[in-house]
């Protein structure tokens, strides 16, 4: 009677667990998956309204959504494993991020070549006699993007009400950069002590585009170390790409057992230590 009651209790045990499991499972997949829904909707709400890109948070996340399901589907197929596909999904989530601070440096460069021009610019109109205010709409008329629209964001916050230094500190926040913030403080100054601000808006000029002039000429003598860096960083993941179609028995072993994680975490490690020395090495400071 007691063997057969166990007998009957066993199974029941065990799909209580897996159902539990199973339940668990799926409340921590649906907090995980409607954390990254917030993070993603967030950031491109952000990212993409600093940089004057009105898209529709939702939708992109939708296209993400639909990425993520057909590129690791595809990649399945192709190699029939599941590691590939794993690591084509975990992709799909990473790259969008990367993807908008990629976005917002690029547009950082742009403001930062404009810059000196845009300073002259002011420094003529003050100059000719125009307050800041009308040198600035002249030159939001007259710069392209990004510098106008910046420009333009500023003036249009002052018209609502906001005050100058607000105002500067939000166009501070949007553009964290060294240029950019010696202009805002040669503004600051000039407002509460006085002086010839044409004056230091030229000298300033002149000053960032030879400092200008300096980081080009030293991207140009570190650009070979940096695609040294690049080839030697991507090369092993080449090659064990290459290694993993034509012997996909042998590779299979360094996804499958302990010795081969263990030889893949030192692999990534050993990568990373070797750029970011390269990167060290051939980024200077001016």
Do not use: C
Not at 128 to 149: F, I
């Amino acid at each position: 009677m007691v063997s057969g009651t166990l007998f009957l209790l066993v199974p029941v045990l065990f799909f209580a667990s897996a159902f539990l499991l199973g339940y668990l499972a799926v409340i921590q997949g649906r907090s995980f998956w409607g954390d990254y829904e917030a993070v993603f909707k967030e950031s491109a709400e952000v990212n993409l309204g600093d940089m004057f890109l009105f898209i529709d948070p939702h939708r992109l996340f939708m296209y993400n959504v639909l990425a993520l399901v057909v590129l690791p589907l595809l990649v399945l197929v192709l190699t029939g494993d599941l590691a590939p596909a794993l690591g084509m999904a975990l992709l799909v989530m990473v790259v969008p991020f990367y993807l908008y601070r990629s976005m917002r440096r690029k547009r950082w460069r742009a403001f930062e070549r404009q810059l000196p021009e845009a300073l002259s610019m002011i420094s003529s109109g003050l100059g000719a006699g125009a307050s800041l205010g009308m040198a600035l709409e002249s030159l939001v008329r007259e710069q392209p993007a990004p510098l106008s629209q910046e420009f333009m964001l500023f003036l249009r916050e002052q018209r609502l009400g906001v005050d100058f230094e607000t105002s500067l500190r939000n166009m501070e926040r949007r553009l964290p950069l060294a240029d950019f913030h010696m202009f805002a403080s040669a503004l600051r100054i000039s407002r509460e002590v006085g002086g010839n601000l044409g004056e230091i808006l030229e000298r300033l000029a002149d000053t960032l585009r030879r400092k200008a002039t300096m980081e080009g000429k030293i991207e140009s003598l570190t650009a070979q170390g940096k695609m040294q860096g690049y080839v030697m960083t991507a090369l092993p993941v080449f090659l064990g790409f290459l290694l993993y179609f034509l012997e996909p028995e042998a590779m299979a072993q360094l996804f499958t057992t302990p010795k081969g994680w263990t030889v893949l975490a030192v692999v990534f490690i050993m990568e990373s230590l070797g750029y970011v020395f390269i990167r060290k090495v051939t980024h200077i400071d001016v």
